[in-house]
């Protein structure tokens, strides 16, 4: 779908090269630009000291398929002619330095305009290019306090937590490669490419959806709710005979059919669980109904049994095990490479979770070594 486009990243660590990750899983061809000897700081991040030593590491093994990986110093003269070289045939510049760096080595967006008019130019910064904040450093677990997404994490006794991903690197990252093909849509009509700010803070805002839209617009604040939904009940983590089991009976008529399943039918005519909105105000006590029914029965029997009768629940399941789920062989989700290098080990990474035509996205080779195509 982007086979032709040619993809110059200059990003470290994960909302860039996630972002590029994604443009070369829809057939871009991306071009790595390390700083040489250096690299992508990721290639040194990751539970194995072995290979963070070789400049492989997990982080960097994760999203770094299938690209390309040349070595310039921006600094010096012969750097910046190749860098030019690149950058003149390229479709895609890419980088996630502070604010203006870029510009203070010499490649302001002007000056990368001039040198190539189709350019299409994103920069991922924390705050984005301009404002107070622009030059204030960055990273995730920043992001996610200044968001307000910490202080709704957890209950309140535990709030403000941090997700337990880098969920704003990835939000990010995702942003910038939507905001990416969409210029690059536009250029197709118009031969114009054009400068992309993309800020981090405000690209997590906004996936907050209902947390920020219902202060927006009805001037109520969320607050931490833990594993509970604060748009229906009942909707959350319920224990049973052998461990949680998520549900999420927003409709009327999932909330009668759970309630028909667990033996409980009263519950529905109970004036505090009638409707939607009694059934929120009242969520401690139907919770409590709710569980003592359910730990009559292990989890993954009220999984198949509700999930069957059309009302949404699972059970709670581990990294290991969510990577052992039959949906994801079946889908093709992840994709075996040889390692870089020529070790006979396996290495498995993920796909996107988009099928184009039937098939899924796949990077087409390994990672590469660092500086691995200077020559090329």
Not at 110 to 122: K, S
Not at 208 to 221: E, I, K, T
């Amino acid at each position: 779908m982007l086979k032709g486009i040619k993809v110059l990243d200059l990003t470290n660590v994960l909302a860039g090269p996630y972002c590029s990750y994604q443009l070369s899983l829809f057939g871009a061809e991306v071009t790595k630009v390390e700083l040489p000897g250096v690299g992508d700081l990721a290639r040194r991040l990751g539970p194995e000291p072995t290979l963070n030593a070789a400049g492989i590491g997990a982080s960097f093994l994760a999203q770094n398929a299938g690209k390309k990986s040349v070595e310039l110093d921006l600094k010096s003269a012969a750097g910046r002619e190749r860098f030019e070289e690149l950058a003149g045939s390229a479709d895609v510049l890419l980088e996630n330095f502070r604010a203006g760096v870029l510009g203070r080595l010499g490649y302001p967006w002007e000056a990368l305009r001039a040198l190539n008019p189709g350019l299409v130019y994103c920069a991922i910064s924390g705050f984005g290019q301009t404002g107070p904040m622009a030059q204030a450093p960055a990273y995730d677990q920043i992001i996610q306090g200044l968001s307000g997404m910490m202080a709704i994490t957890g209950t309140p006794s535990t709030a403000p937590l941090r997700v337990g991903f880098p969920v704003c690197d990835t939000v990010g990252g995702l942003m910038s490669a939507l905001a990416v093909c969409a210029a690059l849509a536009g250029r197709a009509s118009s031969g114009r490419g054009c400068f992309l700010d993309v800020s981090m803070l405000e690209a997590s805002i906004s996936a907050m959806g209902w947390a920020v839209s219902n202060y927006l617009v009805s001037g109520v604040a969320p607050e931490p709710m833990g594993d509970q939904n604060a748009t229906a009940a009942p909707s959350g983590t319920f224990d049973t005979l052998d461990g949680p089991l998520n549900i999420a009976a927003n409709q009327q008529q999932q909330f009668e059919t759970l309630c028909r399943l667990v033996e409980r039918p009263s519950l529905v005519a109970d004036p505090r669980f009638s409707s939607g909105e009694a059934r929120k105000r009242h969520r401690q006590e139907l919770n409590t109904e709710l569980t003592e029914a359910l730990r009559a029965r292990p989890a993954a029997e009220w999984e198949r049994v509700l999930s069957a009768a059309g009302v949404p629940a699972a059970r709670i399941l581990t990294v290991p095990q969510a990577l052992e789920l039959d949906q994801l062989r079946h889908r093709g989700f992840l994709t075996d490479l040889k390692f870089p290098g020529g070790s006979d080990r396996a290495l498995r990474v993920m796909g996107n979770g988009v099928l184009v035509d039937s098939a899924p996205l796949r990077p087409s080779g390994p990672p590469p070594l660092l500086g691995q195509h200077n020559e090329h």
